[in-house]
T-cell receptor
Framework: GAVVSQHPSWVICKSGTSVKIECRSL??????MFWYRQFPKQSLMLMAT?????????EQGVEKDKFLINHASLTLSTLTVTSAHPEDSSFYIC?????????FGPGTRLLVL | GENVEQHPSTLSVQEGDSAVIKCTYS??????FPWYKQELGKGPQLIID?????GEKKDQRIAVTLNKTAKHFSLHITETQPEDSAVYFC??????????FGTGTSLTVIP
């Protein structure tokens, strides 16, 4: 299956700062990548679909100015959590599409103090 | 839109026994059904999938069955081992892009 990496694997930041999470498709070019958020013991919540070379498509209720997504190349999508607050603390997971299915990255745990 | 329900939410089995997790979906146009295993602190990993033109698929100790008429599909794990302990998610997809996930099943295999 497709290999997806994320960086960093975990990050702690102060309230009010911005955090950038990188998602890389390592073994094929991904025109579409997805960003999910997962709270403890809950399912995956799709935040947005990242499209290479165009604007991301955000799910209802997700603030696009809060969660900035950039998909500047076929192998890299980034999620920036702007002016992070403690309620943004969560597990963020990206995925790409390969052969009709989604392959997930290892996730990034964000803790905002 | 699609609605995927998953049961049970938690499941405990003795090592060596079988485990079955069931999912139902609402959109009859859904045609792709993957299963993911998520270990603590990690991203979900695809373990098996099935497409709507197939009724059953098996990969060693893992099998998935699909009943299109009833709109449900199940994951079967035989001869469970402690390393099978994890959270399992089912999903349904119509276009291959938008995936709708179940709420997850926490499986514990007791040695």
């Amino acid at each position: 299956g497709a290999v997806v990496s994320q960086h960093p694997s975990w990050v702690i930041c102060k309230s009010g700062t911005s955090v950038k999470i990188e998602c890389r498709s390592l073994d094929f070019q991904a025109t579409t990548m997805f960003w999910y958020r997962q709270f403890p013991k809950q399912s995956l919540m799709l935040m947005a679909t990242s499209n290479e070379g165009s604007k991301a498509t955000y799910e209802q209720g997700v603030e696009k100015d809060k969660f900035l997504i950039n998909h500047a190349s076929l192998t890299l999508s980034t999620l920036t959590v702007t002016s992070a607050h403690p309620e943004d603390s969560s597990f963020y997971i990206c995925s790409n599409m390969g052969a009709g299915t989604q392959y997930f990255g290892p996730g990034t745990r964000l803790l905002v103090l | 839109g699609e609605n995927v329900e998953q049961h049970p939410s938690t499941l405990s089995v003795q090592e060596g026994d079988s485990a079955v997790i069931k999912c139902t979906y609402s959109d009859s146009a859904s045609n792709y059904f993957p299963w993911y295993k998520q270990e603590l602190g990690k991203g979900p990993q695809l373990i098996i999938d099935i497409r709507s033109n197939v009724g059953e698929k098996k990969d060693q100790r893992i099998a998935v069955t699909l009943n299109k008429t009833a709109k449900h599909f199940s994951l079967h794990i035989t001869e469970t081992q402690p390393e099978d302990s994890a959270v399992y998610f089912c999903a349904a997809s119509k276009t291959g892009n938008q995936f709708y996930f179940g709420t997850g099943t926490s499986l514990t295999v007791i040695p």
